[in-house]
């Protein structure tokens, strides 16, 4: 079988495909041309075609756009075997920082890393979600914590963007933490001062940790505020450990999306549906920090909310690079239908970062996709510890 005239890439023997622009397509085909979509359908309905042409042979299995993680923490040193062990053994997280372990050991041993170390540690996580069928990710800065450190962050993420086949949306995270030797005033004022920096090197987003033991709303306004008035869009982590009113402030700066929302309720839901800020789950961090409810999914879905998924990819709490096993999560423990999960990492998750390229298959998209190890997309919830991934396909170039 050859492609449709001008195609660079044929995927044939789709049993079925999940395009997101429409229904499910059974015994598919589809075409990507110049790293675009250019055409998909039913096998029977190919257009004419010549000429040679790389095909992938799906071989019956279900094909998804490109998973899109809207939320990870990629760059990083050091580990946090400690925080877990401890966590296990029933110590809050609270008092894990308290000591200096969470955030601050790991801002320790990023610091101490070389740049070099740095873009290794993350390149080979951005692989493996590569090899997890993620195309498009958000990758935010964190663990640095002062201005040069967060700024060779930034380094590391475009290294790793030029390196690799993963699609990047780079995220300015300076207000992740306020390290233990600052003044809480002082270390604001520093985060917003370097915003311009931040965005001269390749930062798309600020975000800020907006939570109890983290940065009050207002301090997170303040940063907010300026990025926006800075032109970088923002995004801000909410509801976690405890609802301190950061969703609503989500709400009313207009946030691209507010992420994590473990303590969501159905007002605050209300709030980001009425506002159009995407809802950013994070099932494998709520798994691991052992939070007590599953209730946010219930509640955004009543109110009408757009849900995306991400894997909060990080040393300590949600040591994640797969979106397959963030679906099954989804389903299984927020309680998400199949159809509903899959929209959430691929089209949904896009819309967080405000992108309409990815996280479907449209004509004119980008001919990112996934090939799973699955017939139907409810057996990839259904198959738990299996290879969830047969191949990834990122602008018409199989990478793995």
Request: glycine share 10%; with cysteine; net charge negative.
């Amino acid at each position: 079988m050859s492609a449709p005239a001008g195609a660079d890439l044929l995927v044939r023997n789709i049993g079925r495909l999940l395009p997101m622009t429409g229904p499910p397509v059974e015994s598919a085909a589809l075409a990507i041309q110049n790293g675009l979509v250019s055409w998909y359908g039913p096998a029977a309905d190919l257009p004419e075609r010549h000429g040679d042409v790389s095909e992938l042979d799906a071989e019956g299995a279900c094909v998804v756009p490109g998973f899109v993680d809207a939320h990870t923490h990629l760059p990083w040193a050091g580990s946090r075997r400690r925080d877990l062990e401890e966590r296990l053994a029933g110590v809050p997280y609270e008092a894990i920082l308290a000591r200096g372990g969470g955030i601050h050991s790991t801002v320790a041993a990023t610091r101490a890393a070389s740049f070099d170390e740095l873009v290794a540690l993350t390149t080979a996580r951005a692989r493996l979600m590569l090899a997890n069928g993620t195309t498009t990710a958000e990758v935010k800065t964190g663990y640095g914590l002062t201005r040069d450190d967060e700024l060779r962050l930034l380094d590391v993420v475009a290294a790793v963007a030029a390196g690799t086949a993963l699609r990047v949306e780079p995220t300015y995270l300076g207000a992740h933490a306020v390290p233990p030797d600052r003044d809480r005033a002082d270390y604001v004022a520093e985060v917003v001062a370097t915003l311009p920096a931040a965005q001269a090197r390749g930062a798309r987003w600020c975000d800020a940790f907006c939570d109890r033991g983290a940065f009050t709303v207002g301090e997170a306004r303040t940063v907010l505020a300026a990025a926006r008035d800075a032109g970088l869009g923002t995004r801000l982590h909410a509801d976690q450990l405890a609802r301190i009113g950061a969703t609503g402030l989500a709400a009313e700066l207009g946030c691209a999306s507010a992420d994590h929302l473990d303590h969501l309720d159905a007002e605050g839901a209300q709030a980001l549906a009425a506002a159009g800020v995407v809802a950013v789950l994070l099932p494998a961090c709520t798994l691991t920090i052992g939070e007590p409810t599953w209730d946010a999914a219930r509640h955004l879905r009543a109110a009408g909310a757009t849900i995306a998924l991400g894997t909060d990819c990080n040393p300590g709490t949600s040591w994640c690079e797969s979106m397959p096993y963030v679906v099954q999560l989804a389903c299984l423990a927020y309680g998400l239908p199949v159809a509903e999960a899959f929209r959430a990492a691929t089209l949904g998750s896009a819309q967080a970062l405000r992108r309409n390229d990815v996280g479907h298959l449209g004509v004119g998209a980008r001919g990112d996709l996934a090939v799973l190890e699955a017939e139907h997309e409810a057996d990839l919830v259904a198959h738990l510890g299996a290879r969830p991934v047969r191949a990834t396909v990122v602008g018409g170039v199989v990478t793995t």
